[in-house]
C-alpha cells in the first residue's frame, strides 16, 4: 500500500523511527561524549514516542507502559547518570573521533541496506503498516554494536550499548506491540543495575589506567601472557 | 512447587542477608548452609519430576530436561561453598586481597549467581530466561573485578561488555521469537512461554525462525563461550577469585548451552517442513567444531593454569553443543551426559587449581612444580582431575565421548578424524603442561596449605561412578531429555 | 560342574584379584611391608587364576560369555573367553607368576627412598587388571575401558620415579601415544559398530562392512595397536617408556602389555573382520619386517640394558606381525592350513618372548640392583659377581638369538616353514615378497645373536668397568626364585614345543578353521615329517652326551691340571680393564655398515671418541610435529589479542556472516 | 642284518666326518704348500698336533669365568651334532630325520655363540677384536646361508638334507640358475664361515689381523685341542654341505651295502677336489683387510637373494 493511504499515526510512526535511525548515525559520528550523551536521550525519546503512538493507534495499554518506562530510563535516569559521571570525570570536553569517519559512515550506510535485506523475509508477512520499522530497530542495533567497535573511549561504548538496547526496544514496540509487562520490568531493571555497574567500572577503570581508553586495556593479551610476567599483585 | 520455592529462592533470599551480614567468618557458613538448602530443594524437586514426571505450573516448568541440571547446578553451588569458605577466609585473612566490603559483596552474589543460574534453568518464560542470563552476568562480573588488579579490571570490562552485548542480541531474538509467536498464538495467550511454543513450534513461521535463532544463537553462544565470541573467557577465568572460575565453567556454561538448546528445539520444529529441516543442528554443529579446534589448539604453550583449564572448558563447550548438533538420540545423550560430567570434573579441577595457586604462591605454570611432593593430595587431585577432562576412562568423559564419537561415526563419519586429531591435541596440551606442575622435585620453599579436598574427592568420584555405570534413574533422565530433544530415545 | 565351566569364573577371580591388589596397596604408604605381604601375593594369585583359566580355555576349547550389570544402560559390560583370549591369559600368568615373587625383593630399595610404594602398587594393580579386562572383554566399550586403564595406570608407572627428567619426558610421550592408540581404535570399533550395528563384539562379528570401510577399519586397527605394539615409525615411545619403569614392570611392560595389544590386533583383524585379504598380509609382512630389522639394528647400538632389551622387543613384534602377514596372506589365498601354521609361529614366537622378555628384564632389574647401572660401558664381569642370575640371563640370550635347542629357536623355525610354503602361491608379487620378508627375517636372526652376545659379553664376561660393578652382590633369594620361574618356563617352551602348539592350536583352529597335524611331543612336524621335523630333547640329549664324554675322557690324568696365569699381553704392559671393548666398539662395524638406519652424531675430542646414535624417525615425523603444534598455538594466540573492541568486531561480524548464510 | 648295517652307518657317520676332519685341513695346508713350491707338513700333522695338544696342561686366564672352561665342550658338541644331520653316504638312514638344514644352521649359531662369549670372556682387547669381527662376519654370512637353503628348499619343497639331495637325485638333472648363484654364494659364506683367505687367515700369527684365533689365544691345552678340533669339522661340513647340495651324485639312495660302499670313495673324491680348489683360492688371493669384509659378505648375501629370486621368478613360475 502507499504511504498516503496510512493513518497519520503510522505516518507519524514512520517518521519518528527514521529520526531515530537518524540519531543512531548521529550518535555514531558525535565525536564529543557530552553532546553524545545529548543525542542518545532524543534517540531514547524518539523510541518512548513511537511506543506511546502506536499505543494511541492500536490502544494498548501495555505500549503506554513501556513507553513510560523507556522515557524514564533512557531519556531522564541514564542521561543523568552519565552526565554526573562525565562531571566526576572531568571528561566533558573529552572528545573521542573515529579514525576513520568516512569509512564509518560508509560502512553504517552498508549495515542499514544489510538490515533492510534480512528483515525484509521477516517483516513481509506481517501486515501492520509499521513493519519496516523492524528494519529500521535491527539497523539500530547494529549501528550500536558498530559504535561499540569503532569507539575507543569506554563512555561512548556504554552509550552504543544503550543504543543497542533501544533499538531493541523499538523492535519489541514495533513487531510485537510490546514484551509482556514482566519481562518489560525484568529487561528495564537488568539495564539499570548494568548502567550502575558500568559507573562503577568506570571509576575502577579510571584510577587502574586513569584514562577511559579502552585501548589500553589490552595487558591480559594472550602474546603478554605468553612472554613476560603480569605485574606482581597489590 | 514448595521444592521450586525452596530450590530457587532460597539463595534470592541470601542475597540481602549476606549483604548485610558483617563477619565474613560466619558469612562463610551460612553462604554454605544456604547452598545445602538450595540443593535439598532441588533434590526434592528432582524426587518429585521423577515420580509425577514434568511439572509446569506457575510460569515454572522442570522437566526431564533441566531436572538434572537443576540437581547439578545446586550440588556444585554446595560443594564450591565448601571450598570457597576456607579458600576465601585465606584471601582474606591471609593474603589480604579482598576487604570485609569485598567479602559481603562476594558471598551476597555468590548467592545471587546461583539464583539466576536456577532461575534460568527453572522458568518457562522466554523472557524470564532472558533477564536470569543477563542477571547471571551482572552477578559475577563485580566478583570477576573482586581483586581490584588492573588486569582484573580489564578482564571483567570485556566480559561485562562482551556478554552484554550478546545478551542484547539475544534479546533481539528472543523478540523475533515472540513476534513469530503472535501470529499464530491466540491474543491474550503467554507467546513467550516455552511450553506453549513448543506446543505450536511447527506453525510457527520458519523465515522469522531462522532469524531469530541465529540471533540467539550469538547471543547465548557469547556466553557458552563458543569461538570467535570466547574471548571474555579466559580472562574471566583466569582473574576472578577460584571459586567464581569454579562456577562460572561448571553451572554458566552449562545454563547457557541449555537455553541455546531449548531455541534449538523451538527452531528444529519450526524449520522440520521447510527447505533447510537441520538448519540450527548445522549452525550449532559448525560452531562447536570451529570451537573445539580453536580450543584444542589454544591448550598449547599457556601460562596461566588458570587460563589453561578454561581453554579446555571451551573446548568441552565445542564438543556438547557439536554432539547438540549432530543431532540423534545418541549424540544428544552423549551431549548431555557431556554436560554432567564436564560440570563435575571442571569445578573440581579449578578448586584443585586454587589449592595449587596457594601452595606456590602464583598462577604460571612454570612456577607450579612438584605438587605431588609438597602436598600429595593436590597433586594426585590435579593429576586424575587432568586425566579425566582428557578423557581417560573409567571417567565419565571417556563415556560421553565414547559415544558422541560412535554417533558421529554413524552420522558424520567423515568428521570423526577432525574430533579425534583435537583429542590427541588437546590431551598433548593439557598434560604438557599439567605433568610437570604434579611430577618433579618441589621447588625450595614451597609448603602444603590447608586444603579441603573433600569436593574434589566427591566431584571425581561421582565422575568415576558415572564412567563405570550410569545409576538407572540418571539414565532415564537422560533418555527422557533425549527424547524431549530429539523425539526418540535410547532405551 | 566340569572343569571347563570353571574358565570365566577363574578368569574374574584372577581381575578381582589384581583390584584387591590395588586396593590393599594403600596400606603400604603407612605400613612398607603391606606390598609384599598382600599386595604381591594377591598379584600371584592373579596369576595363578590366569594361568589355570588360560589352560582350561585351550584345553577344553571353551567359549565362555556372561553380562555385568555395569557399563551403559543399553550397552552393559559382557565378558567372555575362548581359546584365542586362553593362550593371552597363559602368557599373563606365566610372566606375572615371576614377577609376583620377584616383586617384593625389587620393590624393597624402595622403601625407604621418597617414591610412595603406595602409588606403585595401586598402579600395578590397576594395570594388570586392565590387562586381564582387555583380554576377557566382549564388547567394545569395556574393551576401551580396560585398555585405557591399562594405559594410564603404566603411564603412572613410568613416572614412578619422577625426578628424573628423562623419566617425565618418557612417560608424556608415553602417554600421548597410548591415547592416539586408544583413539584410533576407538574409531576402529565406531567404523566396526556402524557395520553392525551394536558395540557387543558379537554383532561386530556377524556384520561385514563393505571392503572400502573394512578397509579402514583394518588400517585403523593397526596404526592403534601397532602403537602399542611397537610397530615402526610408532614405536619411539616404547624404547622411552620401559627403561623408565621399575624393572619388573618393565618386564610386565615389554613381555605382557605388548602381547596384549597383540591379541587385540588378532581379535579385530582375525576374529571381528572375518574376510580375510592379502592386501592386509601384505602391509602386515612389509610394516612387520621393517619393525624387526630397525629394532635389531637400533638395539645393536644401545648402552643402556634397558633400552637395549625395549629395541629388542620392537624387532620381536615386527618378526610376529610378518608371521601375522604370512597368516593372513595364507588364509586369504585358500590355504587355511598353512594360515594355521603360520598363525602357530606368531604365537609361540609371542609366548617365548613373554617368557624370555620377562627374565631378560627381570635380569636387568637384578643387575641394576646389584650393580647400580645399566650402562653396559659400566658394567663388566658379572657372571663371577652374580653367578646364579648370570647363567639364567645366559639363557635368555640364548633364547633371544634363537639357537636350537632353546625355544626362540623354534619359533623362528616354524615361521621359516610357513614362509618356504611360499611357492604353493599363485600371485607373482606374493611369491617374492614372501621370500624377501624369510630373507628380512634371516638378516634379523643374525642380528639379533650380535646383539645379544655383545649385550652378554660385553655386562657379565670380561673384567667390571667400573667401581659399583666391581662391588656388585648377588641378589636375593626372591629375585632369583622369580627368574627360575621364568627359564622353567622356558624349559618347557623350548623342550616340549609339541604339546604346547598342541594347546596353541586351538586358537589356531578358531580363528582360521584348521590346526596344523603332527605336534606330537618328541618330534615337531607341523606340516609333513617329509617336508621338516625338528626335536629339541634328542638334540639337548646329545649335546649333553657328547659334552659329558667329552668331560669324562679329557679328565687329566694328575689332579686338576688347569693352571691360572694372566692373559696374554702380547708382551707389553698387562692388558687393563679400560683395554677391553667398549659396547660402542663392538657394534662399530655394524654403525659403519648400517649408517643409513641411524641419525649418527660422532664427536671425536683429544682423548675420547664419542657417539651418539639416534633414531630418524624422531628427526623425520615427531619433532616437525610437535613444532607445528606450537605454530598453530602462536596463531591461536594472535587471534586473541586482547583489545576488546576487536573482540566486538569479532561478534559483530559473525552475527552479520550468520545473518547472511541463513538469509 | 638291513637294519642294523644302516644303524651303524647312521652312527658312523658322524664319527667317519669327525675322524676325516684334520685330514681335510691336513689336505688343504699340503696342497697350499705344494702350490708354493714347499714339501710341506705331512698329512697327519693335525693329528699329531691334537694328540699333543690334548696331553698338555690346560693354563686359563686369571680373569676368565667358568663359562670360559665350559664354551670347548659346548662348541664341540654342537658342531658335531651339526655335522651329524649331513648324509654321508646314505640318505635313507635312520636319523636323516633330524637332518633339517635350518636346523643345522642353528646349531652352528650355537657353536658360534659360545665361542664369541669365549672370546670376550678373558677380558682381553684381542679377544674383544676377535669376537666383534667374528660377528659382522656372520650378521652377514648366516643370512645368506640362510638364504642359499631357501632357494633350494623352495626348490625341492623341504629343509631336510637328505631330502634335498634325494629330490635333486631323483629328478633329472637341470641346470637351474639359481642354484649356480646359490653354490657360489654358498662357496664364498663357507670360506668366510671357516675364517679361510682372504676373509681370516688360519696361519696368522699377527693378533691383530686375527678374527678367528683372535678368539683363541687365551685356549690353550685340551681345550684348545676341541677348538681346534670343532673348526676343522666346520671345515669339512661346509665342503660336506656343498657335496651333499650340489653334486650328490653318488649318494646312495637305497640302505644296500654296495652302494654305501660305493659312495665313500666318490666323496673322498669330491672333497679332495674342493680342498684343492680352496687351496688354490687360497694362493692367489691375498687376506683383505676386515674393513672390506663386509662388501665381500654384501656380495655373497646378494648372491644368494639373487638365487632365491631368479628361482621365484625364472622356475617355479614354470
Known sequence: MSLAALPLLDQAVLVLAAMALFSAFAL????????????????????????????AASGDVNLYVSAAITLALKVLLIPWMLHRLLRRLALERQADPLAHPALTLLAAAAIVVFADWVAAPVAQFEHSATRNVIAISLAVVLLGLLMMVVRRQALAQVLGFMAMENGLLLAAV?????????????????????????????LQIKDSIDSLDVDRLSQLSASIEQDEEPEPRP | MMWIVLAVFTPLLGVPLLALLPRARVAGWVNLGLSALSLAGALGLAAQVLMHGTLAAHGFRVDAFNVYLVVLTAFVGLTTAVFSRPYMHYVHAEEKRVGARGMRLYHSMYQGFLFTMLLALTTDNLGILWVAVEGATLATVLLVSLYRTPAAIEAAWKYFILCGVGIAQALFGTVALYFAAQHVLPAGANGLSWSTLYAIAPQLEPRVMVVAFVFLLVGYGTKVGLVPLHSWLPDAHSEGPTPMSAVLSGLLLNVALYAVVRMKMLTDAALASSATPGLAGHLLMGFGLLTFLTAVISLHRRRDIKRLFSYSSIEHMGLMSFGFGVGGPLATFAALLHMLVHALT??????????????????????????????????????????????????????????????????????????????????????????????????????????????????????????IAIPAALAHWLDQATRLITGSGLL | MSAAALTLPLAEAAVLAALASAAVSPLAARWPRALSLLAFPLLGLAAVCALAAGTLALGFDVAQGAVLPLGLPWLPWQLSVDPLAGVFLLMLGAVLLPVSVYGPGYAREFRNGRDSLATLGVSTGLFVAGMLGVLLAADAYLFMVAWELMSLASYFLVCFQHEHADHRRAAFVYLLLAHVAGLLILLAFGVLAAAGGGFSFAAMRAAHPD????????????????????????????????????????????????????????????DLLGVPQWGYGVTLVVVGSASAVLGVLLALQQSDLKRLLAYSSIENLGIVFLALGLAQIFQAAGHPALAALALLAALYQALNHALLKGLLFLGAGAVLHGAHTRSLDRLGGLLRRMPRTGWMFLIGCLGM???????????????????????????????????????ALALTAALAATVF????????????????????????????????????????????????????????????????????????????????????????????????????????????????????????????PRMQYSAAGFAQPQRRVFAPAYALRETTAADRHEVEV??????????????????????????????????????LITLLVLLWIVS | MDRFLSLAAALLQPLL?????????????????????????????????????????????????????????????????????????????????????????????????????????????????????????????????????????????????????????????????????????LLMVGVAECGRIPVDNPATHLELTMIHEGMLLEYSGRHLALMDWAAQLKLLLFAMLTVDLFLPWGLATRADPLALLLALPLLALKLALLAALLAVSETVLAKMRVFRVPGYLTLAFLLALLGLLSHVILEAAL
Open chain 1, 28 to 55: 555514531l559520528a558525535q565525536s564529543r561524549l557530552l553532546a553524545a550523551i545529548h543525542v542518545f536521550a532524543w534517540q531514547g525519546l524518539l523510541v518512548a514516542a513511537v511506543a506511546a503512538l502506536m499505543g
Open chain 1, 174 to 202: 514495533a513487531s510485537t506491540h510490546g514484551m509482556p509487562l514482566v519481562v518489560e520490568l525484568g529487561v528495564a531493571f537488568d539495564v539499570l543495575v548494568a548502567m550502575v555497574l558500568f559507573g562503577v567500572f568506570f
Open chain 2, 346 to 467: 571442571k569445578s573440581s579441577i579449578f578448586v584443585t587449581v586454587g589449592h595449587a595457586t596457594h601452595i606456590a604462591r602464583t598462577q604460571r605454570i612454570e612456577r607450579i612444580r612438584g605438587l605431588i611432593r609438597t602436598q600429595p593430595a593436590v597433586g594426585w587431585g590435579l593429576l586424575l582431575g587432568v586425566a579425566a577432562i582428557a578423557g581417560f576412562p573409567p571417567f565419565g568423559i571417556f563415556t560421553s565421548e565414547f559415544l558422541l564419537l560412535a554417533a558421529t561415526m554413524q552420522a558424520w563419519p567423515w568428521l570423526t578424524p577432525l574430533l579425534v586429531l583435537g583429542l590427541v591435541v588437546a590431551c598433548a596440551g593439557l598434560f604438557r603442561s599439567a605433568q610437570p606442575m604434579v611430577f618433579g622435585a618441589a621447588p625450595p620453599g614451597q609448603y602444603p596449605v590447608r586444603a579441603n579436598m573433600l569436593p574434589v574427592a566427591l566431584h571425581l568420584a561421582l565422575v568415576l561412578l558415572l564412567g
Open chain 3, 211 to 270: 571392503a572400502l570401510w573394512a578397509a579402514i577399519a583394518f588400517a585403523l586397527a593397526l596404526a592403534g595397536f601397532g602403537a602399542k605394539a611397537g610397530l615402526v615409525p610408532l614405536h619411539v615411545w616404547l624404547p622411552e617408556a620401559h627403561p623408565a619403569a621399575p624393572s619388573h614392570i618393565s618386564a610386565l611392560m615389554s613381555a605382557v602389555m605388548l602381547k596384549v595389544a597383540l591379541y587385540g590386533f588378532l581379535r579385530v583383524t582375525f
Open chain 3, 401 to 439: 638369538a634363537a639357537v636350537p635347542p632353546l625355544n626362540g629357536f623354534v619359533s623362528e623355525w616354524l615361521t621359516f616353514q610357513a614362509a618356504l610354503q611360499a611357492w604353493r602361491l599363485h600371485d607373482g608379487l606374493l611369491r617374492i615378497l614372501v621370500p624377501l620378508a624369510a630373507a
Open chain 3, 453 to 576: 652376545v655383545r649385550a652378554y659379553g660385553i655386562a657379565f664376561l670380561g673384567r667390571a668397568r667400573s667401581r659399583s660393578t666391581r662391588h656388585a652382590h648377588e641378589v636375593g633369594g626372591g629375585m632369583l626364585a622369580g627368574q627360575a620361574l621364568l627359564v622353567a618356563g622356558i624349559a618347557v617352551a623350548a623342550l616340549l614345543p609339541g604339546p604346547l602348539l598342541g594347546l596353541l592350536g586351538r586358537a589356531a583352529l578358531q580363528l582360521t578353521g584348521s590346526a596344523p597335524a603332527g605336534t606330537g611331543w618328541l618330534w615337531l612336524t607341523p606340516l609333513d615329517p617329509a617336508t621338516s621335523s625338528y626335536a629339541p630333547l634328542p638334540i639337548l640329549a646329545v649335546l649333553l652326551a657328547v659334552g659329558a664324554l667329552g668331560v669324562l675322557l679329557l679328565r687329566p690324568r694328575q689332579g686338576a691340571a688347569v693352571r691360572r696365569a694372566d692373559p696374554w699381553d702380547c708382551g707389553y704392559a698387562p692388558p687393563t
Open chain 3, 614 to 651: 639416534g633414531d630418524r624417525t624422531w628427526v623425520w615425523l615427531y619433532r616437525p610435529l610437535g613444532m607445528l603444534a606450537d605454530r598453530a598455538a602462536d596463531l591461536a594466540r594472535r587471534a586473541q589479542a586482547g583489545h576488546v573492541r576487536r573482540y566486538l568486531a569479532w561478534s
Open chain 4, 17 to 185: 666326518l669327525l675322524a676325516a676332519a684334520p685330514l681335510l685341513a691336513g689336505l688343504v695346508r699340503r696342497i697350499k704348500a705344494r702350490l708354493q713350491n714347499r714339501r710341506g707338513a705331512p698329512l697327519l700333522t693335525p693329528y699329531r698336533d691334537l694328540r699333543k695338544l690334548f696331553g698338555k696342561e690346560a693354563v686359563v686366564a686369571r680373569t676368565a669365568s667358568p663359562l670360559f672352561r665350559a664354551a670347548p665342550y659346548v662348541v664341540f658338541a654342537a658342531t658335531l651334532l651339526a655335522a651329524a644331520a649331513l648324509p654321508v653316504f646314505s640318505t635313507v638312514l635312520p636319523g636323516a630325520r633330524i637332518a633339517d638344514a635350518i636346523a643345522l644352521i642353528g646349531l652352528l649359531g650355537l657353536a658360534r655363540f659360545m665361542l664369541v662369549l669365549a672370546g670376550l670372556d678373558a677380558g682381553t682387547p684381542f679377544g674383544g677384536m676377535g669376537a666383534a669381527r667374528e660377528m659382522l662376519v656372520t650378521s652377514f654370512a648366516e643370512p645368506a646361508l640362510l638364504l642359499v637353503i631357501f632357494t633350494l628348499a623352495m626348490t625341492t619343497h623341504t629343509t631336510n638334507l637328505a631330502g634335498m639331495a634325494d629330490a635333486t637325485l631323483g629328478g633329472t638333472t637341470v641346470l637351474r640358475p639359481s642354484y649356480l648363484f646359490a653354490l657360489a654364494a
